[in-house]
């Protein structure tokens, strides 16, 4: 089982593919959703869903620069590991809005330390679920849809969270049912319960895939319908 317990999404813009391989695979055992650009061009391919991006100064194409914008206005938090050392680069970084500077060469663990930090700061460990694009801050009772609030009623926001708690997995009708008594503290009925889905399915769009099981229940997961 990996330490952390949320699937938080991250960007690395490296073009040095020593370094690059290395970061993604440490990323990934620790159970982070890595994904590599080697430069602007391949960066800006990528939807801005990123929880936080890495990015290199000196890239082939430009500067990590020319990438906070529109970073920093889809809500990514930012740290730059990068091997300049000049007080001006630092200065400007942290003026832009970044989290951290990192210079080159860097102590793996530090560096792991350092995104730990920033991703705590950011929504907290134990306290963010994940379901495709969707996700839940448990402790203040709100989803997001990629980076727009999901407005969800109580029961729909319960029946959320069963699923991604449960995610992958086959719930019965009557396992979701008690679920959502617990939660509400009131009586669903069951011939109620898939006008709730149907709502719930309406709101996260292609967001998340709910499953129909046919004699069985439910099923959710990140794949796309």
């Known amino acids: 089982m990996h330490e952390e317990?949320?699937?938080?999404k991250l960007l690395l813009v490296e073009d040095d593919p020593?370094?690059?391989?290395?970061?993604?695979?440490?990323?990934k055992q620790v159970g982070?959703?890595?994904?590599?650009?080697k430069d602007i061009k391949t960066a800006n391919s990528f939807p801005p869903s990123?929880?936080?991006?890495?990015?290199?100064?000196?890239?082939?194409d430009g500067s990590g620069f020319d990438l906070v914008e529109s970073l920093k206005s889809a809500g990514v938090s930012l740290i730059f590991l990068t091997a300049i050392d000049e007080e001006g680069h630092i200065i400007r970084a942290f003026e832009v809005g970044a989290e951290d500077y990192?210079?080159?060469?860097?102590?793996?663990?530090?560096?792991?330390?350092?995104?730990?930090?920033?991703?705590?700061?950011?929504?907290g460990f134990g306290?963010?679920?994940?379901?495709?694009?969707?996700?839940?801050?448990t402790n203040e009772g709100k989803a997001f849809l990629g980076d727009a609030p999901l407005d969800l009623t109580a029961l729909e926001y319960r029946l959320l969270l069963t699923f991604a708690?449960?995610?992958?997995q086959v719930i019965s009708r009557s396992q979701i049912l008690n679920q959502l008594w617990d939660a509400a503290g009131q009586f669903v009925e069951d011939n109620t319960l898939t006008v709730y889905i149907k709502r719930l399915r309406k709101k996260i769009g292609d967001g998340a895939n709910i499953e129909t099981v046919k004699g069985m229940g439910y099923r959710a997961n990140d794949n796309q319908p």
């Open 5 to 8: 317990t949320n699937t938080f």
């Open 18 to 27: 020593i370094i690059s391989s290395g970061l993604i695979y440490a990323f």
């Open 32 to 37: 982070y959703c890595a994904t590599h650009a």
């Open 50 to 60: 990123f929880d936080l991006a890495i990015l290199d100064i000196g890239l082939p």
């Open 102 to 123: 990192v210079t080159k060469p860097f102590r793996m663990g530090e560096l792991m330390a350092r995104v730990k930090a920033v991703l705590r700061r950011r929504g």
């Open 127 to 137: 306290d963010v679920l994940t379901l495709g694009n969707i996700r839940i801050h």
């Open 165 to 168: 708690t449960h995610k992958g």
